[in-house]
């Protein structure tokens, strides 16, 4: 816009600065109809007395006007074009949830409580929804074109200032700070661009007062975070001192690609030595049985199936095992098939060993079975199922009654079948991990030494440090002038 049409205004807060519209309107008695109306037509009056109002193109809304930006309560909720909000959604647009007097409770009592089966009528008053009373001022633009400012089309909303019940203040949008200033491009024929900062002339907080706002501040933290402390309790169970403790939460999401369909996983852990479980812990489990059905080229079915494990690995020898890394636990797994004459046969037989590293890991297996030579066994399979079958399901990796050092399948005749999809998320416990920074050092951490990840992520790091310099001295060696670089190595 023109230098001409800038204006600065220090709007104070619920303060009203009257627009040209207002004050044509408030300035007819016939239009003032509400003790409100007259209090503005008196206010106008004196203004004009006084010698006009000050402002021009920027005016303001209190919370007691009749005016409401209808664009802000229209936010949506789905990604359509032509939406329409529910009552449900008009109703809950400006809802706030209650908070309670909290005070740190034991963890036990407050377990025992989190679902209130009989709740007493004040304890539904203290916990209900309710709108918490709201305050709003606008902070509007006549952006009409100069000389005929007064007309409601051109009024557009600038700065939105809220302030609930519980003091705190919503500026939308925000102080400009250093984002630059906002922008509002008018429909039309000339399409004019007007731009505009907000920065908060508020007086400076005193010192005093600022640090005895911090003082407050720290003090709810405190509360909450001993709220939360008894939320979770202390009762953890901390493994002893050189213990491991494994805790895996699996899924196992669906088996794809194989012949018959009705398939169901038969599955079960296998802990090596230094490993233990509780004697109630289920290290072994079948899925149900699910019907496949068409995704793309593939028939999958998609069993769902949780599972949870907890296992300790406990160190016998200190002086060996910071050198020495222990087999990892292992899952075993086969997937069988049964139809509606309950002739059931082997689709495939897989196993994967569990991450050594925490997190989440999404991991496909695939799957093969034994196979006979011929079409008799074929038949029989399609006929009256049943198929050749592991007796020792350890078979799949390394047989448990193996004591040789080569292991040899030469003439086992099997056939790649589908693969089953697992879900694995995988947390780690050990008092190594609270051990400080010298000691970690010194020893490493508990998962490094056991996974070996240290040694191979220290050979990762050089290798790719190499690779960059070497990329590097290429890189160099091209921008040389080529006279340069034929003088130095005959130089050499």
Known sequence: RAPEDAE????????????????????NESACQTPLDWQYHEEIQKLEKAG?????????YTDHDRFTNLEE????????????PSYLVE?????????????????????SKIITWEPSEEFIKSNHVINTPVQTMYIMGDLGPYGKLGHREYENVLCTIKVDGNGVITVKPDFTGTKGPYRIELDGEKREVWEYTIENASVQVQPEEEEHEQRV??????????????LVGSDFEMPLPGTLRLFVNGEIVSAQGYEYDNLYVHFFLELPNQWSSSPFQQLSGVTQTCATKTVGWDKVAFFCYPFTVDMFYTQEDEGVFPYSLPQWPVLYFEVLSLDFWQ???????????LPASPGVHMLTIPTWRPVELGTVAEMRRFFIGGSPELEDLTYIRIPSTFKGKRLSRFGFRTETTGSVTFRLYCLQQSKAFLENSALRQRMQSVLDRLGGFSQQSSVYNVLEAFQRARCRMQEARESLPQDLISTSASSV
């Open 91 to 111: 109703r809950m647009a400006n809802v706030r949830r209650r908070r309670q007097d909290r005070r740190p409770v034991e963890a036990s009592s407050l377990k």
């Open 217 to 230: 501040f720290r003090d709810l933290y405190g509360r909450h975070r001993d709220y939360l402390s008894g």
């Open 52 to 60: 006009g109002r000050k402002n021009c193109r920027i005016f303001t």
């Open 8 to 27: 600065e205004a220090e709007v104070g807060w619920q303060e009203k600065l009257f627009s040209q519209f207002e004050v044509n309107l408030y300035l």
């Open 73 to 84: 309560l229209c936010q949506k909720v789905t990604d359509l074009d032509h939406e329409v």
């Open 343 to 353: 002739r059931y046969r082997v689709e495939g037989y897989g196993s994967l060993v």
